[in-house]
Nanobody, 123 residues
């Protein structure tokens, strides 16, 4: 099992942008689909976006389409989530995880969850 560390969260106003980073600490990072998830207080954790091993294909939840962009730099063992035009509903703790495929990661993330990074969008 690998380990992922999230960073880049913060507090922004509605319409603002943030760039989150998910860094792998094991050499196996490059062999996995990596996805972002979020959990708001009182809500279930939900899928946000994922990217395949070679960064040639991506998948997004409807909530982030057109506003969020996922990318990865395998040389740095890092996956990024660029979030633009942020809304109050985007407020949550954002975590990343690994998966076997773009479809499977939505319901079957493989590794233990990290602490995540808090994103707060104020109006």
């Amino acid at each position: 099992q690998g380990q992922l560390v999230e960073s880049g969260g913060g507090t922004v106003q509605t319409g603002g942008s943030l760039r989150l980073s998910c860094t792998g600490t094991r050499p196996t990072f490059k062999g996995y689909v990596i996805g972002w998830f979020r959990q708001a207080p009182g809500n279930e954790r939900e899928f946000v976006a994922a990217i395949n091993r070679g960064a040639s294909d991506t998948s997004y939840a409807d909530s982030g389409k057109g506003r969020f962009t996922i990318s990865r730099d395998n040389a740095k063992d890092t996956v990024f989530l660029q979030m633009d035009n942020l809304k109050a509903d985007d407020t949550a703790v954002y975590c990343c995880n690994a998966g076997a495929s773009l479809g499977a990661i939505r319901t079957y993330p493989l590794w233990s969850w990290g602490q995540g990074t808090q994103v707060t969008v104020s109006s």
